[in-house]
């Protein structure tokens, strides 16, 4: 059983900048993606950005540019540094970490609130 642990979410300016940590119980080396997902009240749950093993990187087209996922695998923690935040940017943010088998395995942490507003 993998736990992830978010945490780092909070209250900031827009424009401003936030970096969230994804803590796992076991060896991130072992989940092949790791991700991080966002909520917002009254929306459907969205890909925000994934890294796999390998340090490869894709994000949504809505915070390309803005915002930079990473994996540290001697802490196993991955990160999502925020930057030029934007109200629409408000969310619950989760992590999310899959392992590629004989099918497809999910574990999700609890999420972060990041709240954006003057």
């Given at each position: 059983?993998?736990?992830?642990?978010?945490?780092?979410?909070?209250?900031?300016?827009?424009?401003?900048?936030?970096?969230?940590?994804?803590?796992?119980?076991?060896?991130?080396?072992?989940?092949?993606?790791?991700?991080?997902?966002?909520?917002?009240?009254?929306?459907?749950?969205?890909?925000?950005?994934?890294?796999?093993?390998?340090?490869?990187?894709?994000?949504?087209?809505?915070?390309?540019?803005?915002?930079?996922?990473?994996?540290?695998?001697?802490?196993?923690?991955?990160?999502?540094q925020m930057n030029s935040l934007k109200p629409e940017d408000t969310a619950?943010?989760?992590?999310?970490?899959?392992?590629?088998?004989?099918?497809?395995?999910?574990?999700?942490?609890?999420?972060?609130?990041?709240?954006?507003?003057?």
């Open positions: 059983q993998v736990q992830l642990v978010e945490s780092g979410g909070g209250l900031v300016q827009p424009g401003g900048s936030l970096r969230l940590s994804c803590a796992a119980s076991g060896s991130i080396f072992s989940l092949h993606l790791m991700g991080w997902y966002r909520q917002a009240p009254g929306k459907q749950r969205e890909l925000v950005a994934f890294i796999g093993r390998d340090g490869s990187t894709n994000y949504a087209d809505s915070v390309k540019g803005r915002f930079t996922i990473s994996r540290d695998n001697a802490k196993n923690t991955v990160y999502l619950v943010y989760y992590c999310n970490g899959r392992v590629l088998g004989l099918g497809v395995n999910d574990y999700w942490g609890q999420g972060t609130q990041v709240t954006v507003s003057s």
